[in-house]
């Protein structure tokens, strides 16, 4: 079987998080930097078989997108433009970070850990992508 890959889209930085094979689990990839992405994606590609990419879709409270979401649309196109066989879905990303620093609260991280942005949107690609796979089994 092949992967999904999930991706917190950020102006500054992206976060990318990957599943298993079996699609079950989530794990962290890494963090790069968003002008570096497409190359990022088009070489990890290479290497693995990506079923789909999953991209956190920012939403206000009011289920509006938020500000970002017109950074985000270019990209997608851009995307299906280089990659046109690979299904792209946007999935909600409302409460990633706040749950992302639960998480390291939870980890025990220490306080300069968790002002580590790098690594919250890793982590919050990482939740976007275990509450897609977990949509997916009900």
Do not use: W
């Not at 909600?92 to 850990?113: N, P, W, Y």
């Amino acid at each position: 079987m092949s992967r999904i890959l999930a991706i917190d889209y950020g102006r500054k930085r992206t976060g990318i998080a990957v599943s298993d094979p079996l699609q079950i689990i989530a794990s962290g990839l890494t963090t790069v930097p968003t002008h570096q992405l497409m190359d990022f994606l088009l070489n990890y590609i290479k290497q693995e078989q990506v079923e789909c990419i999953i991209i956190g879709h920012p939403k206000q409270l009011n289920n509006e997108d938020s500000e970002n979401m017109k950074n985000i649309i270019p990209f997608i196109n851009r995307l299906k433009k280089i990659l046109p066989d690979m299904p792209v879905q946007l999935v909600d990303e409302r409460f990633t970070s706040v749950l992302a620093h639960q998480t390291m609260l939870a980890g025990g991280l220490k306080k300069k850990d968790r002002q580590n942005k790098a690594l919250v949107d890793e982590i919050s690609a990482t939740i976007i992508l275990q509450s897609y796979l977990e949509s997916r089994r009900i």
